[in-house]
C-alpha cells in the first residue's frame, strides 16, 4: 500500500520500468474536483493503481536521474483530452517508484480510441541521458 514520505526502504535501483495499465485514465479535473485536495475519484484512482503494482513488483523500486515517460492511452471517448491524463499518472507512479515528477525531462504522448470497457495505459519509464543544461559555456542566452 502507500509509503509514507518519512519510510525509508531498501530498493532495486532500475533504469526502466513498463506498464499497462488495464484501466481508465483519470482526468485533472476529476484528480482534484476544482479544489487542490484529492478528490473520491483521486483517492479510488491511487489505491487502485497501488494495488497492481504492488501485484506487479514484488520489491519496491526506485528510479534515479533524468527520466523520460512514454504514455499511451486508450480512451472510449473521443472527447477526452489527452493532457488531462499525464498529471494523475505521473503523480501517483512518482509516489510509488520514488522518485520526484520534476526528474521526468521528456513526455511522449499518444491517443487512441476502443471501445467502452476496454480502456487501458500503457506507460513506460526510463532513464534518459539528455542533458537539460543550458545554461553553461558563459554566454547569456537572454536579450
Known sequence: MPRGNGDVIKTNVKRRVDL?????????????????????YY??????LFKYLDEKFK????????????????????LSD?????????DVLAEYLGFNDKQ????????YLVHKGDEY??????KTRKNIDRRGNGKKTRE
Not at 533524468?66 to 471517448?77: A, C, Q, W
Not at 489527452?82 to 505521473?90: C, F, Q, R, T, W
Not at 521526468?104 to 491517443?111: A, D, Y
Request: aromatic letters at 8%; zero cysteines.
Open 43 to 48: 483517492k479510488f484512482f491511487r489505491k487502485k
Open 104 to 111: 521526468i525531462v521528456q513526455i511522449e504522448l499518444s491517443k
Open 59 to 78: 520489491a519496491p523500486v526506485k528510479l534515479t536521474g533524468n527520466l523520460s515517460l512514454s504514455l499511451e492511452v486508450g480512451f472510449s471517448n473521443s
Open 20 to 40: 499497462v495499465l488495464p484501466f481508465a485514465a483519470l482526468s485533472t479535473n476529476k484528480m482534484y474536483s476544482g479544489r487542490k485536495r484529492r478528490s473520491v
Open 121 to 126: 495505459m500503457k506507460v513506460s519509464i526510463f
Open 82 to 90: 489527452l493532457s488531462n491524463a499525464i498529471k494523475s499518472v505521473e
